[in-house]
């Protein structure tokens, strides 16, 4: 398999490319806007055919390249089935998988960072978006967040895979790159509470600033990135 780890330093955003060997055919996750020929040579230099670009939810801070990438490349976009989005061609609901040249990524269902938030689980690895971040969680604040649910998607889905599964997340704004569910379970300090309630009292108490391109990314990712023509 072929695994790269991107970093937008703009909006410290994760993205992911996977491929299923040298020639074979790949995926993004979480794409950003602005990194198109980055991702590009990336797949040439492994001659890598691109099949899906996914996003594991719509973005407040960062425009998604899932639409150029669709229209340079005609691969297939990915997001969850409540999306918002009037651009993306398949629509997956939990648990459903999507499946190329032999890599199989699950979609989980894992709201309330958006009421649309997914995982997406391949082997040993989780893509967890904004829903857990390596010693934090995504905010529930805005775009229907719920912190009661999330903490059911945290505790119930995230936390119930095996310990040793590598989390890896849509952002992170200290240098980190990767965890794993287990050191998450332990470290992390907004999982060290007793009931959804705690949590929620966590999370209302964060008083975090709206992200500057909010206002520019939200309505530009409901249509995959691209301006209506
Ligand atoms: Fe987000």
Redesign the pocket.
């Known amino acids: 398999m072929i695994f790269e780890q991107h970093f937008d330093n703009e909006s410290s955003t994760y993205s992911y490319l996977i491929g299923s060997k040298p020639g074979g055919l790949a995926a993004l996750i979480d794409p950003v806007q602005g990194h198109e020929y980055l991702y590009l040579d990336r797949l040439k230099e492994h001659n890598l055919k691109l099949a899906f670009a996914l996003d594991t939810?719509t973005?407040?801070?960062h425009v998604t390249a899932i639409g150029e990438l669709r229209d340079r490349t005609g691969c297939i976009t990915v997001m969850s089935e409540y999306s918002k989005t009037d651009c993306v061609s398949r629509r997956v609901k939990n648990r459903e998988i999507i499946e190329f040249d032999g890599v199989k990524i699950t979609a989980i269902y894992t709201p309330v960072?958006?009421n649309e938030s997914l995982s997406y689980l391949m082997d040993d690895r989780v893509f967890t978006?904004?829903t857990l971040l390596i010693g934090g969680t995504?905010r529930t604040d805005f775009?229907n967040g719920n912190s009661y649910a999330q903490y059911d998607s945290l505790f119930k889905k995230l936390l119930a895979l095996p310990d040793e599964t590598l989390v890896y997340p849509?952002?992170d704004y200290n240098g980190n790159k990767a965890s794993t569910i287990g050191q998450e379970r332990s470290n992390n300090p907004r999982l060290q509470v007793n009931n959804a309630e705690e949590y929620a009292r966590i999370m209302n108490t964060l008083k975090l600033p709206t992200p500057k391109l909010m206002d520019i990314a939200v309505p530009l990712n409901l249509s995959c990135g691209k301006k209506a023509s």
């Open positions: 939810h973005h407040a801070d960072h958006t978006g904004d995504g775009q849509g952002h």
